[in-house]
């Protein structure tokens, strides 16, 4: 075995195989390495939902006033941490200048691009390498319980029809049009026929193993100390079980990604945002469509081997530790609105914790980094991980591999926030 590759994908989660699926596919020999197992963290305990409904982005008008409304408070969906520290000052000042309809115009085109493209790719990959992992396309239904809840399903359905996303506003009576079993406290929705889902670890491990026979080699518990650099390029990648070499090296680590670029003069503007999830096996769900309770920012997905509750938002840093009044909170929010739920305990669930890595403008970054010619950024995807996965993946092969990409390029780049912060800095 040679410590030597065409590309050494650092990650094991969602878009790191996605990456080294499309890069075998074009024909280079891969290397994985990750600190975990493969799909460990947010990669495999997330919801699963396949999203073109979420083409607004995180910093938007709306999320600034529920963040001054949800600051400080533990028990809000969004949390921030009481503890000042630089990096998340930054973040959160970054954060609140993009929270404007300027950027809300700016982003929603090209989120609703590269969403729509993302469930195309991966049902292509799923379809063509025929792996099973409870595809299904049942689109998606987003519910209200409040008046104030009503005007901000009434306030997307108008964003939606603007951006050429079908959408369709549904009142309490409409409801059971989606789902004929479904029975909550809700009094209106908005279905996204468009959405999708998938079971996150059937398919991260039937994609690991259509990647191992073809011999894509994996390094599992393994922690890069350090990328060693010559000049413009990356020479050595330093792990605590050796030294590896490549052509291209692709850093798609998740929240952790900043961390390791920062010696290297490469500075990503990421932030982890902490999600719980709570698996209950062989449950059979009281409803066949995915489920986003809006006002709680919950999400409940029926898979055909259980369901799985998740939400919540904690910019905290990294404490791997949960939260079990945050997980109560969750248990609570499914039982407001489906009665059915509310005999589910904590102690019956399997509970999962992983790290979002969060941009402050609500789009990834994935590029040929501008200073090492032979490295590459896929990370900052937030909440929609599984959902940009493919369509990442592919981009990452097109710029491997010197080929045109699918799509612009040019609003991934992670420069495009220091080129902001400069910019102010020159006028004060």
């Known amino acids: 075995m040679s410590d030597r590759s065409d590309v050494l994908i650092i990650g094991g989660g969602v878009v790191g195989l996605c990456c080294a699926y499309f890069l075998e596919k074009a024909g280079c020999s ?7 197992r493969v799909g460990a963290g947010a990669s495999s305990i ?7 409904s979420h083409f607004v982005p995180l910093a938007s008008p709306g999320m600034l006033s529920r963040g001054l409304e949800w600051l400080l408070k533990p028990e809000s969906p969004f949390y921030i941490s009481p503890i ?15 929270c404007n309809m300027k950027h809300l115009r700016y982003a929603i085109p090209i989120l609703k691009n590269l969403t729509s493209l993302g469930k195309i790719w991966l049902r292509n990959m799923i379809q063509e390498e025929a792996l099973d992992c409870d595809w299904r396309e049942r689109g998606l239904l987003m519910l209200y319980r409040s008046d104030h809840g009503q005007k901000e399903a009434e306030r997307l359905v108008a964003l939606a029809e603007q951006a050429g996303v079908e959408a369709r506003f549904l009142a309490a009576a409409q409801l059971d049009t989606v789902d004929a079993h479904l029975q909550c406290n ?9 959405d999708a889902q998938v079971q996150p670890e059937a398919f991260i491990g039937a994609l690991q193993l259509r990647l191992r026979e073809r011999g894509v080699e994996f390094w599992e518990q393994t ?19 050796g ?14 990604s900043g961390r390791l670029l920062r010696p290297i003069g490469v500075r990503v503007l990421l932030q982890p945002g902490k999600g719980y999830s709570l698996t209950y096996p062989r449950m059979k769900a009281p409803f066949s469509v995915p489920v986003i309770l809006d006002e709680d920012r919950v999400a409940i997905t029926p898979f055909r081997d259980g369901l799985r509750i998740g939400g919540m938002m904690e910019i905290n840093s990294f404490r791997p530790w949960p939260n079990e009044r945050r997980m109560q909170m969750m248990l609570r929010a499914a039982a407001r609105s ?11 669930a399997r509970p999962g914790v992983g790290f979002r890595p969060l941009t402050p403008d609500g789009l990834p970054v994935i590029e040929r980094n501008p200073r090492y ?6 990370t900052g995807h937030g909440m929609l991980g599984m959902t940009l996965a493919a369509i990442t993946g592919k981009l990452i092969s097109e710029l491997v591999k010197g080929e045109p990409t699918t799509v612009d390029m040019r609003p991934f780049g992670c420069e495009r926030f220091w080129q902001r912060i400069r910019l102010r800095q020159r006028w004060i």
């Open 186 to 194: 809700a009094i209106c929705g908005v279905f996204f026929p468009e």
């Open 243 to 256: 030294d590896f070499t490549a052509d291209h090296v692709v850093v798609a680590a998740g929240a952790w």
């Open 46 to 52: 997330n919801a699963g939902m396949i999203v073109p």
């Open 84 to 98: 000042p520290r630089p990096e998340l000052v930054l973040w959160l000042n970054e954060f609140r200048l993009y």
């Open 373 to 378: 010619t032979n490295l590459y950024l896929a």
């Open 338 to 348: 489906f009665p059915t739920l509310s005999a589910l305990r904590l102690k019956q």
């Open 223 to 241: 922690e890069v100390h350090s990328l060693v650099v010559q000049d413009t390029r990356v020479e050595r990648v330093k792990t605590d079980r």
């Open 30 to 36: 891969v290397r994985v390495v990750t600190r975990e």
